[in-house]
Nanobody
Framework: QVQLVESGGGLVQAGGSLRLSCAAS????????MGWYRQAPGKQRELVAV???????NYASSVEGRFSISRDNAKNTVYLQMNSLKPEDTAVYYC??????????????WGKGTLVTVSS
């Protein structure tokens, strides 16, 4: 069974940094686009950043220049380096990946989320 497991969340002061990781495991044939989403209390889940297998990345305008997404294809892992954090970045951050297995082509999987809290 395919699983995405996030780590690296926590409490940080405004202006600080955190690095999130998300490792995919299971019967993976290929790992395509990977991304990070977030959901703040009372708000809808929103895209933060996405990266293709080849390394092309796109960011939400609210995090452009502060966050950086990367991946290690050999480890089936995606990272999100978050710098200059703001209180409005407080949210549960979810990992997302399009994964091809022997049963499904490009199926979307989600992690359970990791909480990031930025204090002012």
């Amino acid at each position: 069974q395919v699983q995405l497991v996030e780590s690296g969340g926590g409490l940080v002061q405004a202006g600080g940094s955190l690095r999130l990781s998300c490792a995919a495991s299971g019967p993976i044939f290929s790992l395509n686009n990977m991304g990070w989403y977030r959901q703040a209390p009372g708000k809808q889940r929103e895209l933060v950043a996405v990266i293709t297998r080849g390394g092309s990345a796109n960011y939400a305008s609210s995090v452009e220049g502060r966050f950086s997404i990367s991946r290690d294809n050999a480890k089936n892992t995606v990272y999100l380096q978050m710098n200059s954090l703001k209180p409005e970045d407080t949210a549960v951050y979810y990992c997302n990946a399009a994964i091809t297995t022997t049963s499904y082509y490009g199926r979307t999987y989600w992690g359970k989320g990791t909480l990031v809290t930025v204090s002012s």
